[in-house]
């Protein structure tokens, strides 16, 4: 998928070994698997990420057991969570979302606007100075919709930040991918 490519192409460009990362919506582990392999090291780097389905996570976990070496998976903390609360006293570099629900999963167990806005906000908070929020969304969908609609009147009160949306200008409800630098 083309908004995919494009965001691990923006993370690979951004991210340096050591820095912490948190994938806020991890389903079957892609970008999880993808932010390690980016940031993880022995001995730095630390990846946390989030996922209220607990078959998701066991999908996760099972990609990572079988691509990265022991060293690199005790970098990396699974949380059977709602993203709406992270864990205190971390700084990460990088915040990602790829919105919606799973592939061939669940329909209902999609993200809600309402949380992922106070996630989002809450994001912006903990991310480093410098650091980047990336959000991948679905608006072909009823709460995809309504959620690109609720973050953008967000975006809108932040005219201090750099924001940017990478969408088709040809095409409606396509998936799309923001990223949003903190100063
Ligand atoms: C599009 S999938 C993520 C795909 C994933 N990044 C990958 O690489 O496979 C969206 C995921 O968000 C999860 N999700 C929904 N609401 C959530 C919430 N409030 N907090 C954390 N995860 C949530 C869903 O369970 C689903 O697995």
């Given at each position: 998928m083309y908004h995919t490519h494009l965001a691990h192409l923006i993370w690979k460009d951004f991210l340096k070994p050591g820095m912490t990362v948190i994938d806020a919506t991890a389903g079957n582990g892609n970008d999880t698997l993808f932010l390690a392999k980016c940031v993880l090291t022995p001995n730095s780097g630390w990846i946390h990420a989030f996922d209220i389905q607990a078959e998701a996570l066991k999908t996760t976990q099972k990609r990572l057991i079988s691509n990265l070496p022991p060293p690199l998976q005790a970098r990396i903390t699974l949380h059977?969570?709602?993203?709406e609360t992270f864990p205190p006293n971390i700084c990460p570099s990088l915040i990602v979302y790829n919105l919606?629900?799973?592939?061939?999963?669940?329909?209902?167990?999609t993200t809600l606007a309402a949380s992922t806005l106070k996630s989002c906000q809450n994001a912006l908070q903990i991310l480093s100075p410098g650091g980047l929020l990336s959000i991948t969304i679905y608006p072909g969908h009823t709460e995809g919709a309504v959620e690109k609609s609720l973050l953008f009147d967000w975006f809108s009160e932040l005219p201090s930040l750099q924001i940017f949306h990478h969408a088709p200008?040809?095409?409606?409800?396509q998936p799309s991918f923001i990223t949003l630098r903190k100063s």
């Open positions: 059977e969570a709602s993203h919606g629900y799973l592939p061939g999963g669940d329909l209902n167990k200008l040809n095409r409606s409800n």
